[in-house]
């Protein structure tokens, strides 16, 4: 199990970037060279580092560097899982972890949880709660329907509502 001291006795972390650093040279490649930035990016924007032959995602890494605990449930706060800076991380659960995210690219209305209903020729307006998605009404206006869904998921969603627009 990966510790506190271990990882600050290996790696460098700059709190206002969220960048690491080798502070020691490991391995025979010669990317682990003490003072080069370890990992890579995957396709989704998270950053990983592999530490003795096991790869974690920098935003473990850096709660583990910073507070001594390995936790799962990180939210990135400014929806850029490529910002690991402390001060954009939090402890959430996973049900507040999927609150905060982005606006799907596939959106036809441009607002998260709203989408045209054909059968009624009326704005939905949908919001997952506890793992269950839930309709809350059908609008004929536009911005009345966007008033509600963005009260509701703040209401319903607090300090994890992401309006994704």
Known sequence: ML?????QSILDYDRDTGLFTWKVNKGISGKSKAGVHPGYKDKNGYMYIRIDYKLYRSHRLAWLYVYGE??????HIDNNPSNNAINNL???????NKC???????STSGVKGLHWYKAYKKWQVNINVNKKRK?????DDFFEACCTIYSLRNKLHGEFANHGN
């Open 3 to 7: 510790t506190q001291e271990y990882l």
């Open 70 to 75: 390995f936790k799962c449930e990180i939210d």
């Open 90 to 96: 939090r402890l959430c659960t996973s049900s507040e």
């Open 100 to 106: 905060n995210t982005r606006l799907r690219s596939d």
């Open 135 to 139: 309709c809350y009404g059908y609008f």
